[in-house]
């Protein structure tokens, strides 16, 4: 059953700037599910910064969204499983 809810897998990772937490969050994210997420989730102000970083990372593809919610060092990753969807 479809329920239109998305999940995300939180990563907070205080040290480093947004390239590198987003590299390694994205690795353990892969390391757990062996796909990358369906979308990137970082605060608003940093959303410009994570698309220029995920190009830099060659995943330029990768949907980014800014959200005031979400607090700076954190880096969101949705988990669209097809698991989930079912």
């Known amino acids: 059953m479809e ?3 998305v999940t995300y897998r ?3 990772h205080p040290h480093g700037d947004l390239k590198e937490r987003l590299r ?3 690795r353990d ?3 757990r599910h062996g796909r990358l997420p369906g979308s990137v989730v970082v605060h608003k102000s940093l959303a ?3 698309v220029e970083a995920l190009a830099a990372l ?3 593809r990768l ?4 959200v005031g ?11 669209e499983s097809p698991a989930r969807k079912q």
Do not use: N, Q, S
């Open 48 to 50: 410009r910064e994570a």
């Open 69 to 79: 919610g979400c607090l700076v060092p954190e880096v969101w990753l949705a988990d």
């Open 63 to 66: 949907p980014v969204k800014g």
């Open 3 to 5: 329920t239109g809810m």
């Open 29 to 31: 994210y892969y390391g």
């Open 10 to 12: 939180v990563y907070r």
């Open 24 to 26: 390694e969050a994205l």
């Open 58 to 60: 060659d995943l330029p």
